[in-house]
């Protein structure tokens, strides 16, 4: 049964996770992860034995997010150079550790993981995922492309551990346990919504660079107040003061904390909501949705008002912006598939 120290362990549920996997011994195991996630090397600790091992690897899809869990015995894998040199999707991998200790080790950078704690790699760059005993691993991949984060705050955060219960850690991991728990939901579907969150929160722990050195620093609780902005879009009533509250610091402060990085608090709210509402209008899989739809399932329920705003910020009202798009979109398809 896996269970986690950082959040109660719920029986049906962790029961529920497990069920439908079937159990491959070392050989199979070890094509079966090269195979589903990137081209890997793994071998067995030097202490245990492909006779008594035991792996199991679940996985799904969603839109352009895979999820999966990984489970087995003590051994080491690996990324290496000559791999990415033949193969580069250009993925960044986000693993939670569940049950035992793993150390994840990438760019000079070393992550000691136990039930809870995470961390983020690039399978562009070589790494070595150390599994120490029997344990098993929750895996979030997706494309680097659908990042809003620097180059360099992506290098500076790969292999660092974060902590599940605490900073922007404390943000992502309930999200993280919900998109477990969907592996084992055939009724679970995708959606566009459930994917930019995915990113934006992922983006927000690299804005941190290192949350090992800084744990409770003011650039940690920005990156914090930022995430639980994203994850609260769809709040109408998100203010100021419930995200203050929620990290335990006054309304003045958080202000200030917004101002240092140029904005205000209401001021970002208004432009994540804004920037999602016209990802979602030049999305053809929602041409289904209302002007008015898409604009109260982010946290704006005025659509006169929205229509406002989003011509101030953008240029072009709403429906013009998603008319044009969805056009040009489409023609350029009709001409690809006639070259």
């Not at 109660?8 to 962790?14: F, G, L, N, Q, S």
């Not at 079966?32 to 990137?38: G, K, L, N, Y």
């Not at 150390?130 to 992506?154: I, K, N, Y």
């Not at 202000?255 to 208004?270: C, K, M, N, P, Y």
């Amino acid at each position: 049964m896996l269970q986690t120290s950082h959040r109660p362990a719920d029986d049906a549920d962790i029961a529920t996770v497990g069920r439908g996997r079937s159990e491959l011994a070392f050989g199979p195991w070890r094509e079966a992860i090269s195979a589903e996630f990137v081209p890997l090397e793994a071998a067995l600790r030097s202490s245990a034995s492909a006779l008594g091992f035991v792996g199991e690897l679940r996985s799904r899809t969603l839109g352009s997010i895979q999820l999966s869990e990984v489970s087995g015995g003590a051994v080491v894998v690996s990324r290496t150079p000559g791999m990415i040199r033949r193969s580069d999707p250009g993925l960044i991998k986000l693993g939670m550790q569940v049950q035992g200790r793993s150390i994840v080790r990438q760019s000079g950078h070393e992550a000691v993981l136990t039930p809870g704690d995470f961390a983020i790699y690039d399978t562009a760059r070589p790494y070595r995922v150390e599994f120490t005993g029997s344990c098993a691993m929750f895996v979030v991949m997706f494309p680097r492309a659908e990042l809003r984060s620097r180059e360099q705050d992506l290098a500076s955060a790969v292999a660092r551990s974060i902590n599940g219960e605490q900073g922007i850690g404390g943000v992502l991991s309930p999200f993280l346990y919900g998109l477990r728990r969907s592996l084992a939901d055939e009724g679970f579907r995708d959606s566009p919504m459930l994917e930019s969150a995915v990113f934006d929160l992922v983006s927000a722990v690299l804005e941190v660079g290192s949350p090992a050195d800084h744990e409770h620093s003011g650039e940690v609780l920005l990156a914090s107040a930022k995430a639980f902005i994203e994850a609260h879009l769809s709040n109408i009533d998100l203010n100021t003061r419930m995200i203050a509250e929620n990290h335990h610091i006054s309304p003045r402060y958080l202000q200030r904390l917004f101002e240092g990085d140029g904005a205000t608090v209401a001021g970002w709210i208004r432009r994540r909501r804004l920037e999602k509402c016209r990802k979602d209008l030049a999305d053809a899989r929602m041409a289904h949705l209302s002007i008015g739809a898409i604009c109260s399932r982010h946290g704006l329920a005025d659509s006169s008002h929205f229509s406002k705003i989003f011509k101030e910020e953008f240029g072009v009202p709403p429906r013009e912006y998603r008319n044009d798009t969805l056009r040009s979109e489409a023609a350029a398809i009709e001409i690809k598939v006639r070259t």
